[in-house]
């Protein structure tokens, strides 16, 4: 089975950047689109950001042109680079494939409150 650990998360003022990082415990997803989701109290999960197998990506409207999300497959790890944070930003960040195809990791934490 194949496991996601995110970390990178914390409070962070309006404004301000946090770079997330997802790691893999296997290899061979490489070749899968990869994704960053994310879930606020009370929504449901929603796709933010994804990145293909050869690093094409697309974004949510809502964080077009702040987050970059990138990739390192020799380190079998997803990155989601995160500026001008807002506090609509504050949710749960979590990786996946994109379809999420594998059990969904503990996430990590982004607030962004002054």
């Known amino acids: 089975q194949v496991r996601f650990v995110e970390s990178g998360g914390g409070l962070v003022q309006p404004g301000g950047s946090l770079r997330l990082s997802c790691a893999a415990s296997?290899?061979?997803?490489?070749?899968?689109?990869m994704g960053w989701y994310r879930q606020a109290p009370g929504k449901e999960r929603e796709l933010v950001a994804r990145i293909t197998s050869g690093k094409s990506t697309n974004y949510a409207a809502s964080v077009q042109g702040r987050f970059t999300i990138s990739r390192d497959n020799a380190k079998n790890t997803v990155y989601l680079q995160m500026n001008s944070l807002k506090p609509e930003d504050t949710a749960a960040y979590y990786c996946?494939?994109?379809?999420?195809?594998?059990?969904w990791g503990q996430g990590t934490q982004v607030t962004v409150s002054s």
């Open positions: 996946n494939t994109m379809p999420s195809w594998y059990s």
């Open positions: 296997e290899s061979n997803l490489r070749i899968y689109t």
